[in-house]
């Protein structure tokens, strides 16, 4: 069914609110799949998952105008996240997301120019997933479905925005480190005085 392109014929219903948002989850790591998938879920997201592209292309044939985004892993056996995002766009013409813990600027830059709508540096967090929805696509009367805001433009600006939030995400991770090992210190601290003070006594 390659080439063939699937066209929304939903338009006598409303666009979906965010609780509707169908979103499929594709990775073969069954760990970060449930993980994503949870986070998904604390949004009200409804979310399919699959351990493959070969599954996720299959479910997308069988339940066809059901699913808004795409979201997949980028380093997958068989058919990468890569070659998923390309059949996807030419076949169904849904917004994918990409993730990975891959974050060198040439992988960014495949993937964005490759038409990804975002990308996710691994660890993926709450952050990271709560405003996908803004990639989704919702039906409307054009043969194509229309995304709801449009994807970010390709180009260093995409791949530095991406980075920043890394960063931030890490530094935000060390302070809180940093602020834990301080309250252990002064606890520990307290208790060296009054041990000391007990001697003293």
Request: glycine fraction near 4%.
């Amino acid at each position: 069914m390659a080439g063939n392109k699937h066209t929304s014929n939903q338009s006598s219903k409303a666009e979906p609110t965010f609780e509707a948002i169908q979103v499929m989850v594709v990775d073969d790591d069954v760990i970060c799949l449930s993980i994503v998938a949870g986070m998904l879920k604390t949004f009200k997201y409804q979310v399919v998952t699959v351990k493959s592209a070969e599954d996720a292309l299959g479910t997308l044939r069988s339940r066809s105008n059901f699913f808004h985004l795409i979201i997949t892993d980028v380093h997958m056996p068989v058919m990468d996240g890569f070659e998923l995002q390309n059949q996807v766009r030419e076949e169904f013409n849904l917004p994918v997301v990409l993730m990975s813990a891959d974050d060198n600027e040439s992988s960014m830059l495949r993937g964005l120019e490759g038409g990804a709508a975002f990308y996710i540096v691994k660890p993926v967090s709450y952050d990271d997933v709560k405003d996908l929805w803004q990639y989704a696509v919702s039906p409307s009367k054009s043969k194509l479905a229309t995304p709801i805001q449009r994807p970010l433009k390709v180009g260093a600006g995409s791949v530095a925005m991406v980075q920043e939030e890394k960063q931030k995400r890490r530094e935000s991770k060390k302070k809180a480190q940093v602020k834990q090992l301080c309250s252990r210190s002064l606890r520990l601290f307290g208790q060296v005085r009054f041990i000391t003070s007990s001697w003293k006594l």
